[in-house]
Each structure stands twice: as structure tokens, then as C-alpha cells.
């Protein structure tokens, strides 16, 4: 095998694989190095979203959904059902093989593509040289003329809160629980919070989930955040903002939580008794064992890769991509990095858009949004315009009996420019692809509107949004 490549790659997550396949489709000598080994010992590709994050997470969340479905609304549809229940050994074989499957389709990808891959660790040092030390064999130095650093993050352990594998756990311990905990606790209304805690909330487990920030959802369009709120709690998650954890303390077969409530600033301290405390109150920048002593790498004070907008670092051939460096932790952000800095290697066009990113929490129902909140908006000074449509009024999501929820636009009034779409309701986050297209072209609101959506779909829900900015919805009361 050679030693020297035009491009090595350290981390083959969603922001290190994708760079990695693009380098070598732009006709460059390739190498991507990643140390992830699973529980089990054994060793794969793709990173967090792949093997603890995005892909065995919304596996369970279709799994428990439909459990949920099958008991709360199947009757509704008139299928009679008795004796319904979920076997999690099956549950979670089920996301096993998924992940599997999709980890060792990167390799197939490597391998088509031409990428050499390397499982063991990566160590950048000066002068764009790396050490590469195997899972198993001997240490060797590589060398290369473009170095791409894609090593990812790791969950914030809480000191009041350590993880203990057992019966305090991270979301990868989340995603791998053999059975339902009568009593699940959750720190952090978050994503992983909201994700996690409905999975088990779905199979029965009494959820509490106790949230530092007064505010709910504070990054989300507060209108969508309420909503978000409202439908959240009904599903039965007990979410309890402007609470902070001050201790956790596992006893015998439970996990003793103590927490003040803002809320009460005169009661005493909280406590919550709970079988499982999942930790989810953020992810920090990996860099562990990443960076030689002269490597010459500067990172912030929160400890990201410091990168200018096109991911290039101080050092001269050396890049940085994905949840190392700034910018929201997302899969999608971290692969559009990677693909930009393959190209920009390779002398192409490369950019990315960091306003226009998609967000979206997958539990039901779901919740999307792209470009500014009301609020972002409203700070701005810009004289504005939003149009609300309900999901109530659209007949596709009456047919699914997903009637919650709305679509809602945000444009400028002078200009009519659209400037944030959110959406929360069935498929919100499939739905948002159309907002983040808008966008990107910068289309009016009265492109929206012209634009011919398909009946009856929940498209036509944005459409209506759209239209019902301008006080033109024709299916809704227009708000
Ligand atoms: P990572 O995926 O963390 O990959 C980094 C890789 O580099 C790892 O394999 C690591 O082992 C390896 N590595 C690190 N250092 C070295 C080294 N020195 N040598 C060799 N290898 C090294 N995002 C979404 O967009 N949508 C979702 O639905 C979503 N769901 C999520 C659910 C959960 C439970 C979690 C935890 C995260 C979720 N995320 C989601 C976030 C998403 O997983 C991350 O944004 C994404 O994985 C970041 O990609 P990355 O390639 O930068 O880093
Ligand atoms: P997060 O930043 O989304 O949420 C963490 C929450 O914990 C925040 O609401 C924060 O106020 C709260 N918090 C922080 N410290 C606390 C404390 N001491 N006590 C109580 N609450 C506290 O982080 P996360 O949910 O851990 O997710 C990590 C990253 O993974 C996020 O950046 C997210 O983008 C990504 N992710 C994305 C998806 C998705 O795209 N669907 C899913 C899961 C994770």
C-alpha cells in the first residue's frame, strides 16, 4: 500500500466519507482513516450518524411509531388489533441490521470509488504528515498534500451528572437499552432529548425530561417552539423547563436527581427519582490524540478547529470539516463541507450557504425549519410579513389523521424575499426541502404561490403558507 496520498482523510464520518469519495471522483489519490470501533469490538465506518446517531435513532423512532400507532389510532382507521406488542430484542436487531448494512455500503463505496481505507487511528503531525497506527499492526507514517480533519464530536458529560454506562448514560447508551425503563429521566430538552425521550415514552417508559433554559426550543421560531410544546406534552413526555440539574446520584436500583426549578425560585431543591437518567445537554468538539505537538492547529476557546467560511485552517494544506469545527452539529452541514473542501483540493468551485441549513427533530409530530425565526427577523428591523397555514385544513393530513400542526412562512414585505420557513406536522422534515430550495434561489413569496403543488399533498401546505402570507390562502383563514 502507498504511504503517500494527495489527500489523506481523518475521521470517515458523514463529513469524512463524503470528502473522502469526492476527492477521488475529482481523480485524486485518496486515504480515509477512522478508528470508530462499536460495542461489540468491531470496527466501521460512518461515524456518530451512522452508528450512534442519526440512522439507528430514526430506526427506533419508526419502530416505536408505529407501536404507538398501532395502539392510539389504528382503531380510528377501523383495523381491529389485540395483543399488540413490542418485542425489543427484534426492535433493536432491526436497527443493528440497518446500521450494518449502511456501514459497510461506505466501504463498498470506497471501494468503487478507489478510496483506501484505513481502520485505526490518525495522529496529524507537522508538515502535513500521518502517523497511522492500525487496530491491529504496526505504526506507520503517511504522507500527504492536503490533510482533511473530519474527527467529529463527543456528548458533554455533566460533572453534577457522570456517566456511568450503567444506569447514567449518554445517547449512544440511549439508543442500546435492552429493555424500557419504567422511569426514564432525560437532561435536556434538545434534539437528543426530545428524539430519545419519545422513543422510550412510546413504549411506556413515564418520562421526565428537565430542561436548564427557561425558554423551550430556544434556537426554533417561538410560534413553532409553543406548538412544539404543546404536541410534545401530549404525547405524554413531562417537560420541565427552567430546570438545573444539581446532582445525580445512583442508588441501588435507581437514580436519585436533584434539580432547582426557576419556576419556584422559593421552593427548595427538586428531586426525581428514576430508573435511567439519559444526558443530553449537548456535544462537544473531538480532538483527542488528533493533533502532534507542532502540528500547528489552533482551536477556539470552546475547543472547535478554528476554519475561515471555505474549512481551511492556519496551516497551509490542512482542513478542517463537520462537528469539529463551528457552525450546527448536523450531518448534512458536515458533508456539504466535505464535498466543498474535495473540490476546492481538486481546484473546483466550492461554497456553502451556512444561512440556509435545514433543521429538524424527527418525533411526531415532526418539526423543520430553514432561514430566520420571527423573532431573528423581528431584531433585524426589517418590515416583514408571515402566512400560517394548518395542517387542520389540509385534507392529505386529515387522510393520514395528522391534522396537527402548521406550515409557516416568513417574507419580507417591501420585497416579498422569503426569509424563513417552519414547520411542524407530518413529514415536516421532508416537507422542508421546498423552503430550503426557495431559499437557496431566493424566491418571493409569490414564487411559492405560482408554484402548482400537487393534490392532495402536505406540500400543499407551504403553498398555502405562502399565500396565506399575503392574505390569499384559499383553503384556511388566512392568519
Ligand atoms: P462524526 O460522525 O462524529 O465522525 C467522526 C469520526 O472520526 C468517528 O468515526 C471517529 O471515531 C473518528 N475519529 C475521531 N478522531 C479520530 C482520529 N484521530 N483518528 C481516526 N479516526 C478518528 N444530525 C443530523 O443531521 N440529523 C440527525 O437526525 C441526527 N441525529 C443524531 C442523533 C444522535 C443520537 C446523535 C448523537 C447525533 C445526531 N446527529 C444528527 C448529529 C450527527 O450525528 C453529527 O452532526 C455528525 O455525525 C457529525 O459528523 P462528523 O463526520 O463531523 O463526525
Ligand atoms: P442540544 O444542544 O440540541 O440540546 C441540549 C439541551 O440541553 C439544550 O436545550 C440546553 O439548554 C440543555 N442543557 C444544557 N445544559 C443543561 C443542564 N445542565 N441541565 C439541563 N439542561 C441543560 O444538544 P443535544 O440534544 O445533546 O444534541 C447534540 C447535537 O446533536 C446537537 O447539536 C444536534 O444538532 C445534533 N443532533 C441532531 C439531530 C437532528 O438533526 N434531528 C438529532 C440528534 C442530535
Known amino acids: 500500500m502507498a504511504d503517500s496520498f494527495d489527500i489523506i482523510v481523518i475521521g470517515g464520518g458523514p463529513a469524512g466519507y463524503p470528502a473522502a469519495i ?7 489519490s485518496v486515504a480515509c482513516i477512522d478508528e470508530w470501533k462499536n460495542h461489540d469490538g468491531s470496527a466501521a465506518f460512518g461515524g456518530t450518524c451512522l452508528n450512534a446517531g442519526c440512522i439507528p435513532s430514526k430506526a427506533l423512532l419508526e419502530s416505536t411509531e408505529l407501536y404507538h400507532r398501532a395502539h392510539a389510532e389504528f382503531a380510528v382507521h377501523g383495523i381491529r388489533t ?31 470509488a478507489g478510496v483506501t481505507p484505513l481502520q485505526g487511528h490518525g495522529r496529524l503531525l507537522p508538515g502535513r504528515q500521518v502517523e497511522f497506527t492500525p487496530h491491529e499492526g504496526e505504526k506507520r507514517t ?12 463527543v456528548p458533554v458529560e455533566l460533572k453534577v451528572a457522570p456517566f456511568d454506562g450503567r444506569r447514567v448514560i449518554d445517547s449512544w447508551g440511549a439508543l442500546e437499552l435492552a429493555s424500557v425503563p419504567k422511569r426514564l429521566g432525560v437532561i435536556g430538552a434538545g434534539v437528543i432529548g426530545l428524539e430519545l425521550g419519545s422513543v422510550w415514552r412510546r413504549l411506556g417508559s413515564e418520562v421526565v425530561v428537565l430542561e436548564a433554559m427557561d425558554s423551550f426550543l430556544s434556537i426554533a421560531d417561538q410560534q413553532l417552539a409553543r406548538e412544539a410544546l404543546k404536541a ?25 436527581v436533584t434539580y432547582t426549578d426557576a419556576r419556584n425560585p422559593d421552593k427548595a431543591e427538586q428531586s426525581l427519582s428514576v430508573d435511567t437518567l439519559i444526558v443530553a445537554v449537548g456535544r462537544r ?14 482551536l477556539d476557546e470552546r475547543g472547535f478547529i478554528k476554519v475561515d467560511d471555505h474549512c481551511r485552517t492556519g496551516v497551509e494544506g490542512v482542513w478542517a470539516v463537520g462537528d469539529v469545527v463551528r457552525g450546527p452539529m448536523l450531518a448534512h452541514k458536515g458533508k456539504e463541507e466535505g464535498v466543498m473542501v474535495a473540490d476546492l483540493i481538486a481546484g473546483r468551485y466550492g461554497h456553502i450557504n451556512y444561512d440556509v441549513i435545514p433543521s429538524v427533530i424527527y418525533t411526531a409530530p415532526e418539526i423543520a425549519w430553514v432561514g430566520q425565526t420571527e423573532e431573528q427577523v423581528k431584531a433585524s428591523g426589517r418590515a416583514y ?3 400560517v397555514f394548518p395542517f387542520l385544513a389540509s385534507g392529505r393530513a386529515r387522510a393520514m389523521e395528522a391534522a396537527g400542526g402548521f406550515a409557516k412562512v416568513i417574507a419580507d414585505k417591501d420585497s416579498d424575499t422569503i426569509l424563513g420557513v417552519h414547520i411542524i406536522g407530518p413529514l415536516a422534515g421532508e416537507l422542508i426541502a421546498e423552503a430550503v430550495l426557495a431559499l437557496e434561489y431566493k424566491a418571493t413569496a409569490e414564487d411559492l404561490q405560482r408554484t402548482i403543488h400537487a393534490h392532495p399533498t402536505l406540500s400543499e401546505a407551504v403553498h398555502e403558507a405562502a399565500l396565506a402570507a399575503d392574505r390569499r390562502a384559499i383553503d384556511s383563514l388566512n392568519r
Open 22 to 28: 469526492r476527492a477521488a471522483q475529482n481523480g485524486l
Open 82 to 112: 389485540s395483543g399488540v406488542e413490542m418485542d425489543i430484542a427484534a426492535m433493536q436487531k432491526r436497527k443493528a441490521d440497518i446500521v450494518r448494512n449502511m456501514t459497510g455500503g461506505i466501504l463498498a463505496l470506497f471501494k468503487a
Open 385 to 387: 410579513k408571515t402566512g
Open 232 to 256: 410534545l406534552k401530549k404525547t405524554g413526555l413531562d417537560i420541565r423547563t427552567g430546570a438545573k440539574v444539581t446532582g445525580a446520584t445512583v442508588k441501588g436500583k435507581e437514580v436519585v
Open 285 to 298: 468538539p473531538f480532538t483527542g490524540g488528533l493533533l502532534a505537538e507542532g502540528a500547528g492547529i489552533a
Open 142 to 153: 503517511l504522507s500527504a498534500k492536503h490533510v482533511v480533519l473530519a474527527s467529529g464530536s
